[in-house]
């Protein structure tokens, strides 16, 4: 990107979460379910003395793209780490579930899930681990009517149980500064040591599990640019395409071979891991 | 985290929700909602304790010296700094009075 295209785009990743989802969907169709003024918020936040926000952290959006019903869920990254409790992921769990019944009932709806996540909200465990559960099942359900595009522009990138729903996705686009992986380079670091993951080295990190990485080794199907014209261009492209005949979770033989091959006795290079994905994924 | 209350004189009721910010560090999120003539209420819940002098002093500097709708204010502070704060009540006001002017051109 120039520095004209740089100055004229306007930037995704600086929407907040309700925008985005606004940004995606055609201009006036946009309508929140379970709004922030519904006050569905977290119980298990308040009694541990932590400050709640009024949509939990997820945005439930119901509209059209191109004129077709579709429902986009956006995570906010700001809140607690767009860390997914009870509420917030019963939101999308609930929504995903319901744009399944509509197919079943003769309405063709759609989902883009928007992934700004560290993953389960460590102080709802097992609440948090039992809805992003039910939400790869309700994934798995719809994707077989319609498309669900999963998309992380970052800055926050996609984490824990929420990368195993980015995995199940029909598609996945990322930009270059998301970051896609099952371990955050904190814990990584804790449980490998120093030595073997460097947290604080930003580049080693990106080029490792960054948006252009992730691409290059066909974990993700588009990455793109920081634009919302961009973005919603890729995001028509893939509902226009339609259910993909093989979803990239049903290759997973395949990129556990690919796994297998890595030689772990030395520090693998990023280079190496595309090539390596490349040719066991071709 | 602490609950802090406050009661303000006001306008006119104001004529829809807002809602500004979000529960991010350093942030906060500003949910307002219409609320009977006269009176306006606000409700903060901060993750900091013991600023009440701060907030009793930032609020009434908004609410107290300027005839403003009447609404009913709800707070999700994350450790915002005064300014911040401030800045996010007007922006809130400030989105009221935008939405009022469209309200009267269409």
Known sequence: MNVDDLLQRASFIELDARSRARALLDAGSMRELIGPFDRVTSPWLAMQGIVTQSDDGV???KGTVDGHPTVVLSMVGEFQGGSLGEVGGAKIAGALELAAEDNRNGTPTRAAILFETGGVRLQEANLGLAAIAEIHAAIVDLRRYQP???ISAGTVGCFGGMSI???LCSYLIVT?????????PAVIEQEAGVEEYESRDRPFIWSFTGGEQRYESGLVDACVEDDVAQIRQTLGGYFRQGVPPIHRSDRQEDFLACMAQIDTTRQATPEQIRQLYR???? | MEKIEYDYPAGAPAAQRVLTGVVGSGDLEVLLEPHDAGRTTVAVNTSVDGMKQVWSALLARVFASAELPACKIEINDFGA????VRIRIEQALEALREQAVEGQRS
């Open chain 2, 81 to 84: 700094t005064p300014g911040v």
């Open chain 1, 148 to 150: 669900v595009v999963g």
């Open chain 1, 59 to 61: 945005v439930v959006a």
């Open chain 1, 279 to 282: 040719k066991g994924l071709s």
């Open chain 1, 176 to 184: 270059r500064e998301a970051r896609l992986g099952l371990n955050g």
């Open chain 1, 165 to 167: 729903a980015a995995g």
